[in-house]
């Protein structure tokens, strides 16, 4: 059995260039170029079937080491808890106070941005801030 080298993550959801946008400045990834025969992401989209029109967008670490991120439009909403959520690593390394500091750091940069602080869960040495992305989708500050 061969080992898997790589996997994307996706993510239903209404609008997906407004939430992958919203995840590029969270994890610092960036919009790869349009495809080949296309100037931009508007002259792609504008080739598409009108149903297909900003059905999807994608993402990827400009580093080429975290997974892609794709979004695709799907028309039901968000009904429940996430049984999948990403942890967004600010604190690797820290503890107590100055661990605390650097999550509220990087929720302090993420609320402008649309995300919403839910709970801080802190027992004085270990932490995380439990967040939700601009469609409701939970996240972990950790």
Not at 18 to 36: K, M, S, T
Not at 77 to 101: I, P, S, Y
Request: with cysteine.
């Amino acid at each position: 059995m061969s080992s898997i080298k790589q996997f994307q993550v996706t993510f239903d959801c209404a609008e997906p260039e407004r939430l992958a946008r919203f995840w590029c400045e969270v994890l610092g990834y960036v919009v790869p170029p349009p495809p080949a025969g296309f100037a931009t992401w508007d002259d792609f989209d504008r080739s598409q079937a009108p149903e297909d029109r900003g059905s999807w967008f994608a993402c990827t670490d400009p580093s080429g080491v975290g997974p892609r991120l794709y979004f695709q439009r799907v028309p039901e909403g968000k009904v429940a808890k996430n049984r999948l959520h990403l942890d967004v690593r600010v604190g690797t390394g820290l503890v107590g106070e100055e661990r605390l500091a650097a999550l509220e750091a990087e929720c302090a940069r993420l609320i402008p941005l649309g995300a919403v602080r839910v709970r801080l869960l802190y027992d004085g040495n270990d932490s995380c801030i439990v967040m939700q992305d601009i469609e409701g989708n939970e996240f972990c500050l950790d």
